[in-house]
């Protein structure tokens, strides 16, 4: 026996049967979209030269410190430099010059005590200590502070900038973009940190003494796309030390740069700055 149909609402409809066939499903189009298919990875390594120069002191730094200095020299007690030195010798002369010096770099020359020797004992005085310096000289030289590869501007010196942090910047053969870091495709069957750095090895060479930080990328960056592109390439970038040692590029490389987070932008794309800038340090 049939079943009557349902009203509700002044409106007629009938449920079907379970096994009723509903309309065909639509075909599966052939052509895949885009961002369908699973991106290409890469790893690309940031090589770091951490600053071997202290950074030179700003002008409230060096106001700053002298006024410590001088707040020093005004609070501490006469240096007693009759235990020290005999009196009357050339080491006693010698600190004596020395501490006229300080004196007036603290205080100035309106403030320097007066001296009581004559020119001629002056001089004499002088030569001595000079003599006795040049005995006593000891060929330890302090570090210039701008290197002769920053004159001649050398970018694949390891000693230029030393007051900054520099970085490693490859240019591949048959690469689209100019300058970028070291980079290549992620293996299959390896992590990507452990990816990154045998692909930084083979095509910098093995003569660096190199240490990458973390395990785990400390940034991305996905260019931009053509339309016609099925698949978007994505680069996870890893942070990495130079102890010791220097680039050897194999065939791949064309050429190589040590380079300022301000001389990179120069050197790159807008798009490929825009996202490793905040990766970078600025000093």
Known sequence: MSRPPCRRAGHLFSRALATVAGEPAASTPTHIPRGSQKPLLYTAVIVNRSPILTPSPTVFERAFYAYQQRIRRALHNPFPSEFYFKQGSLLEARFNVEERYRER????????????????????????????????RSDDKLMPR??????????????????????????????????????????????????????????????????????????????????????????????????????????????????TKQEIQTRVSKDYWEGVKDMLSDH
């Open 105 to 136: 770099i603290a205080w100035g020359t309106t403030y320097a005590k007066a001296e009581e020797l004559s020119p001629e004992a002056k001089a004499a005085e002088q030569a001595a200590i000079d003599q006795m310096a040049l005995q006593e």
């Open 146 to 259: 701008v290197h002769p590869s920053d004159t001649v501007r050398d970018y694949q010196s390891l000693d230029r900038k030393g007051r900054r942090n520099i970085y490693l910047l490859v240019r591949e053969k048959g690469r689209r973009a100019p300058w970028e870091f070291p980079r290549g495709p992620a293996d299959k069957g390896l992590l990507l940190h452990q990816s990154a750095q045998r692909d930084f090895l083979e095509k910098c060479g093995k003569n660096m003494d190199t240490w990458i930080v973390t395990r785990k990328p400390i940034g991305m960056y996905k260019p931009p796309s053509p339309p016609d592109a099925t698949r978007e390439n994505i680069t996870f970038f890893f942070k990495a030390h130079i102890m010791a040692g220097q680039v050897r590029p194999s065939e791949e490389v064309e050429d190589f740069v040590w380079v």
